[in-house]
């Protein structure tokens, strides 16, 4: 689905006019519809006179209690898609907000290009169940294989996952649980991508060119070019059996773990990872197992139990 062909709903909390002004003129660029508040805690009363398909809320404004605001909003709007706006996106911090609700946790400088795959993965995933749930009953098992080249992953710029949608429409996964999975299986997706296949480092990001552009960045689009890191593939598997939602994702890179092999899978809270990243997948599944010293992660995810028609 094309957010450009159906314009997502945005209403934007930031209390930083000069925040405002750069991410109106972006959403304008976009095309997307959008109001804007000042106060985080203006939210309720906003919320309450018109739907949004995305909140996008700073959460460092001074005298409010950030995550006692969430809870706040989604006891009442349980269903709203929420993203938050953080100057430190750190594992405790991001971990926090997760399981308060949030779908996403964003450090500023904000990556308007995440924030763009986010509000892609969010209004799919939303307006995905009333389709689904006309064409589809009940699903009982199902398998599905993909290969994509690092250049198809770019291109498609989300990896398509119609059994969460499907789950979804039968009741099997709520709105929020589909969307974070399919944004967890996108963090997953991208690790093998830039960290996997094109042999990234994030503390590269920290490091400017003469030209201003950060070293993680410039290396990025040179690999993408060259077809040695560009042609290597990242393999997806779903698998929904019993219950049970398990997707694998592998890469073709070298992996970032120090153990041999042959060393027994590792699970999220053994690897040597940080950051809102990892918090994400941990947050929005069941189990995050790491293979391969890295080069393989599998999301496990239980599902509600649906009576069959």
Same mark, same amino acid.
Request: overall charge negative; aromatic content about 2%; charged content about 25%.
């Given at each position: 689905m094309s957010v450009a062909s159906t314009p997502p709903s945005i209403l934007l909390a930031d209390g930083d006019a000069h925040s405002r002004e750069v991410f109106g003129s972006f959403?304008?660029?976009r095309g997307w519809q959008y109001d804007v508040i000042p106060d985080s805690r203006l939210l309720g009363a906003a919320l309450d006179k018109s739907p949004y398909d995305i909140v996008i809320a700073? !959460? +460092?404004?001074?005298? !409010?209690d950030s995550l006692q605001m969430l809870q706040d909003v989604l006891r009442k709007h349980p269903s709203q898609a929420i993203i938050a706006l953080s100057k430190d996106a750190s594992y405790d911090e991001a971990l926090s907000f997760f399981r308060s609700g949030a779908t996403d946790l964003l450090a500023r400088p904000i990556d308007f290009l995440w924030l763009e795959r986010i509000v892609q993965q969010v209004v799919c995933s939303r307006r995905h169940e009333e389709r689904e749930r006309i064409s589809y009953g009940f699903v009982t098992s199902e398998r599905t294989e993909m290969r994509f080249s690092c250049r198809d992953i770019i291109e498609l710029d989300t990896v398509p996952l119609p059994i969460v949608g499907r789950l979804q429409a039968i009741g099997a996964l709520d709105q929020h649980e589909a969307i974070r999975v399919r944004l967890a299986v996108q963090e997953a997706v991208l690790n093998a991508l830039e960290h996997g296949n094109l042999r990234l480092e994030s503390r590269w990001k920290e490091e400017l060119? *003469?030209?201003?552009?950060d070293r993680f960045t410039a290396l990025r689009r040179e690999r993408l #070019?060259?077809?040695s890191y560009a042609g290597l593939a990242i393999f997806v598997t779903v698998l929904y059996q019993d219950g049970m939602l398990e997707i694998e994702v592998k890469d073709e890179g070298q992996g970032f773990l120090n153990a *041999?092999? $042959? +060393? +027994? *899978?590792?699970? $999220?809270?053994? !690897?040597?990872? $940080?950051?809102?990243? #990892?918090a994400l997948m941990s947050s929005a599944v069941d189990e995050v197992v790491f293979g391969k010293n890295g080069s393989e992660v599998t999301l496990r995810k239980a599902t509600k139990r649906v009576r069959s028609a």
């Open positions: 959403f304008e660029r700073d !959460v +460092a404004l001074p005298g !409010v060119q *003469p030209g201003g552009e #070019l060259d077809p *041999p092999a $042959s +060393a +027994a *899978p590792r699970k $999220s809270h053994d !690897v040597p990872c $940080s950051g809102r990243g #990892l």
